[in-house]
T-cell receptor
Framework: AQKVTQTQTSISVMEKTTVTMDCVYETQDSSYFLFWYKQTASGEIVFLIRQDSYKKENATVGHYSLNFQKPKSSIGLIITATQIEDSAVYFCAMRGEATGGNNKLTFGQGTVLSVIP | GPKVLQIPSHQIIDMGQMVTLNCDPVSNHLYFYWYKQILGQQMEFLVNFYNGKVMEKSKLFKDQFSVERPDGSYFTLKIQPTALEDSAVYFC??????????????FGPGTRLTVL
């Protein structure tokens, strides 16, 4: 069974600074995918970024990047130049590689990010 | 990005009644999912569905739950009968399972179910 843990319940940062959110995971799979999603105040769930376990390079999309440390089973999300609209709940998630099954997402508990003007 | 639609956005029903939640997945996606989110908690997997069949379900997917997608229509989650603990937001998701981004799941806006 897979498990995803986010220990930071909430974080507050000043606008335009950089924030890192932590996530550790457990899996028996040799290949897997790691994701970060954002849930806005309206409840909408938005896909942000993905890391494939076999890739050594950290994924980057816009002002989101990942700090993937496979030996530590860790996948941190880094947001640079934070904006007010980045305020949301951020969920880390993972799934196995197979398409025939084991493709459900397992989510962490979420981290509430507040960006202060 | 790709859009998943859900109808209705909010449903209030009395305990014991039947409810059907509707999802319109992304058109070329092959896998469909339901997740449950109790207020303030993370989303939890209920069931996934492919080619007309349930592929995997969690322990949260009780006997009172069922899913189907008749040809050309919505992917539905039916709860019959409902219980108080079914009150939650239910999110539908879909994934292509082919191509470069096959593993990415896209979520609908959710249906808030309130069981009285």
């Amino acid at each position: 069974a897979q498990k995803v843990t986010q220990t930071q319940t909430s974080i507050s940062v000043m606008e335009k600074t950089t924030v890192t959110m932590d996530c550790v995971y457990e899996t028996q799979d040799s290949s897997y995918f790691l994701f970060w999603y954002k849930q806005t105040a309206s409840g909408e769930i938005v896909f942000l970024i993905r890391q494939d376990s076999y890739k050594k390079e950290n994924a980057t999309v816009g002002h989101y990047s990942l700090n993937f440390q496979k030996p530590k089973s860790s996948i941190g999300l880094i947001i640079t130049a934070t904006q007010i609209e980045d305020s949301a709940v951020y969920f880390c998630a993972m799934r196995g590689e197979a398409t025939g099954g084991n493709n459900k997402l397992t989510f962490g508990q979420g981290t509430v990010l507040s960006v202060i003007p | 990005g790709p859009k998943v639609l859900q109808i209705p956005s909010h449903q209030i029903i009395d305990m014991g009644q039947m409810v059907t939640l509707n999802c319109d997945p992304v058109s070329n996606h092959l896998y469909f999912y339901w997740y449950k989110q109790i207020l303030g908690q993370q989303m939890e997997f209920l069931v996934n569905f492919y080619n007309g069949k349930v592929m995997e379900k969690s322990k949260l997917f009780k006997d009172q739950f069922s899913v189907e997608r008749p040809d050309g229509s919505y992917f539905t989650l039916k709860i019959q009968p409902t219980a108080l603990e079914d009150s939650a937001v239910y999110f539908c998701a879909s994934s292509p399972e082919t191509g470069r981004n096959y593993a990415e799941q896209f979520f609908g806006p959710g249906t808030r179910l309130t069981v009285l």
